[in-house]
Every structure is written in C-alpha cells, then in structure tokens.
C-alpha cells in the first residue's frame, strides 16, 4: 500500500506544479483559463459523488463497527465531518482571502504582470491553501487505509482539482509582481504539502487504526467543502449560461460511476 500511495501522492504534487508551469509562456493563460472550467466542473461533480457514495457511506459503517449498531454513536462521525467542512470555510474565508481563477493576473499590451495584489495577501493565500492541500493528502490515506477501491476514487477525485489549484496559485503570486521562479516554488510546496499529507497519515494510522474512524469524517467535510463551496459555485462564476459547463459536472458524476464500476470488477 505504501508504494501505491507514494505514486498517488507523486502524481497529485505533480499535477500542482504542472498548474502553475502553464503559465509560462504568458500567452498560454487565457487558453488553460477556457479549458480549466470544463476540468473543474468535471472534478466537482466527481468529488461530490465520491463523498456521498463513498466517503461517507464507509464512515458509518467504520463507526457502526466501532460503537455497535447503535445509531447515537454516528452523532461523533457527523460532528467531524461539520467539523472538516467549517474548517475548511474558515481557513478560505477567514485565514486566506478567496480568490478565482487567474482573475488576480492583469497584462499589459506588452504582457508584463503588473502586482494587482498585495505579496501578503498572495502568501496568505498560500498559507490557507497549503492547509486544503495537506488535507488532499489525508484524503486519499485515509480512504486507502479503508479500501482500496475508495482510496483510487478518492486519488482520482483529487487529481482532478489538482492542476487548477496550481494554477489559481501561480497566478496569484504573478499578479503579487513575482515571477516565475516564485512561482514554481509555491506550487512545488503545494505539491510537498500533499505528498506530506499522505505520508504523515499513512505512519500514524498504520501506527493506530482507530485514527482512520476520526480522520476519514473530518477529510469527508473537507472534500465535500471543496466539491459543493468551492468548486461549484467557481464553475457558475466562470461558466455563466454555459450548458456545457452545467453539463461537466453531471459528466463528473457519470465519470465516478463508470469507474466505480471499473474499480469494482477489479477488486
């Protein structure tokens, strides 16, 4: 399990700092910016379904099977997947300043970056962001430590949000009037803080079992913060009347499903 969970925590860092190089050269940037709202509604309505069908299913079995069948005992698990999901709203909207995609970045005609924001709020973004990205990390260990099965759909559910994070990121720190060296150090740290996430999870909850039925609700309400307050309401803002955005969301759901199934005749 723990060579499967290095590739999985290699390839979502990856996906970070391949974000944030797309934009280099600047004249890439408004091209990933038209394609990136297709790959996010994608990975809301994948996340979403990985939530409610996976995440939280196994969360009440894992916490029936450790209190009885007793239905007062998922009072806790439910307390901790509000509490991921408040964490989350308050490390975005309090901690860091919310932000949407590449819309901080401004060029001239020469297409030089002018610092439209603040370095401090651009590093405070990254403060809170580095906190979401450690718990990608724990999202995916977590899961595996469950199920294997849960644990790729998880990974997939990630990955997917992956690549615009690194590049919400990196457009951030250019329009702080950085350039690209910054750049590729703050979406290299966002991948670290990932890989971390999965490594640190993987040491303790082999070290103690019983760490999954607590960390498995509270990385439940960080993914369905994500998916349902994070990366819908981003879609809407960029996809306006778009149908076809609307669209890539329901085609994220029929993705899980399709490979759910997949997965299923495979384990």
């Given at each position: 399990m723990l060579t499967?969970?290095?590739?999985?925590?290699l390839i979502a860092a990856g996906a970070n700092i391949l974000g944030g190089l797309s934009l280099v050269p600047p004249r890439l940037q408004s091209n990933y910016r038209r394609f990136l709202k297709y790959l996010l509604a994608l990975g809301a309505g994948f996340m979403l379904a990985v939530t409610?069908?996976?995440?939280?299913?196994?969360?009440?079995?894992l916490w029936q099977q450790k209190s009885g069948m007793d239905v007062e005992?998922?009072?806790m698990p439910m307390v901790l997947l509000l509490a991921g999901y408040l964490l989350t709203q308050f490390v975005e909207h309090t901690i860091a300043p919310h932000f949407h995609l590449g819309e901080e970045m401004h060029c001239d005609d020469d297409e030089h970056h002018h610092a439209s924001l603040s370095t401090s709020s651009a590093y405070t973004a990254v403060g809170g962001l580095l906190v979401h990205t450690f718990f990608d990390g724990v999202t995916i260990a977590a899961a595996s430590q469950i199920d294997a099965k849960v644990g790729v759909l998880v990974f997939i559910a990630v990955l997917l949000h992956k690549f615009p994070e690194g590049f919400t990121i990196g457009s951030m720190v250019l329009?702080?009037?950085?350039?690209?060296r910054e750049v590729m150090v703050t979406t290299t740290l966002?991948?670290?803080?990932?890989?971390?996430?999965?490594?640190?999870f993987y040491f303790v909850g082999a070290g103690l079992p019983?760490?999954?039925?607590?960390?498995?609700?509270?990385?439940?309400?960080?993914?369905?913060?994500?998916a349902a307050s994070d990366l819908i309401p981003e879609v809407n803002h960029h996809g306006g009347r778009n149908a076809l955005v609307s669209l890539a969301i329901f085609a994220g759901v029929g993705l899980f499903f399709a490979t759910h199934e997949l997965l299923h005749s495979a384990f």
């Open positions: 499967t969970l290095i590739i999985f925590g409610l069908f996976e995440i939280l299913p196994k969360t009440v079995v005992s998922l009072s329009a702080a009037g950085k350039g690209s966002l991948g670290l803080t990932t890989f971390l996430g999965v490594l640190i019983s760490v999954t039925a607590y960390a498995l609700p509270v990385a439940g309400g960080v993914t369905l913060y994500v």
